[in-house]
T-cell receptor, first 113, second 112 residues
Framework: RKEVEQDPGPFNVPEGATVAFNCTYS??????FFWYRQDCRKEPKLLMS???SGNEDGRFTAQLNRASQYISLLIRDSKLSDSATYLC??????????????FGAGTRLAVHP | DAGITQSPRHKVTETGTPVTLRCHQT?????MYWYRQDPGHGLRLIHY???????DKGEVSDGYSVSRSKTEDFLLTLESATSSQTSVYFC???????????FGPGTRLTVL
């Protein structure tokens, strides 16, 4: 089993729709989680950090389910500009010299008119 | 903008040649990382650095070496490039005291 898993998609949704992605993780001791957005041929950009049960920023909500070991990203009122790949990253704890961050392979979102 | 630049941004090289990628940051961050990104895989850590001359291996370090002689520069070297090292390489930093990582613009490397 991979340490961090995401549904690759693509999720094809119309403008205005609400869409949610899940990210499952294997390490039950993980304490911090991150969502990144990556546009085609660009670097990942931090969208949201989650240190407790969840976080909200405008149309974006991240929720953590520790019992089932997954974190979700909810996007409300989707815009064309939300089309991108969304990467989940899970902090696996101190690994000798650094805080080990494991990335999922990403979920692709395509918002259409 | 994380204040990170990478050079070159694109490179095509031949199998067996040495290649060095450069990551440059301007804000004195202690932690720097090199990742590679391939289709179907998440970002995978190659090497990281926690200070000048302090480096260590990540999960996919075979065939790669790094050096950090100055705080601002972290170099990744492929001693003898192979086709399996065709990838997009990202440098990242962690600002002091935090857990988040911020990425540079990437280098697209093709090994023929």
């Amino acid at each position: 089993r991979k340490e961090v898993e995401q549904d690759p998609g693509p999720f094809n949704v119309p403008e205005g729709a609400t869409v949610a992605f899940n990210c499952t993780y294997s390490n039950s001791a993980s304490q911090s989680f991150f969502w990144y957005r990556q546009d085609c041929r660009k670097e990942p950009k931090l969208l949201m950090s989650v240190y407790s049960s969840g976080n909200e920023d405008g149309r974006f909500t991240a929720q953590l389910n520790r019992a089932s070991q997954y974190i979700s990203l909810l996007i409300r009122d989707s815009k064309l500009s939300d089309s991108a790949t969304y990467l989940c990253a899970v902090n696996m704890g101190w690994n000798g010299g650094y805080n080990k961050l494991i990335f999922g392979a990403g979920t692709r979102l395509a918002v259409h008119p | 903008d994380a204040g990170i630049t990478q050079s070159p941004r694109h490179k095509v090289t031949e199998t067996g040649t040495p290649v060095t990628l450069r990551c440059h940051q301007t804000e004195n961050h202690r932690y720097m990382y090199w990742y590679r990104q391939d289709p179907g895989h998440g970002l995978r850590l190659i090497h990281y650095s926690y200070g000048v001359k302090d480096t260590d291996k990540g999960e996919v370090s075979d065939g790669y070496s790094v050096s950090r002689s100055k705080t601002e520069d972290f170099l990744l070297t492929l001693e003898s490039a192979t086709s399996s090292q065709t990838s997009v390489y990202f440098c990242a930093i962690t600002p002091g005291g935090g857990l988040e990582q911020f990425f540079g613009p990437g280098t697209r490397l093709t090994v023929l």
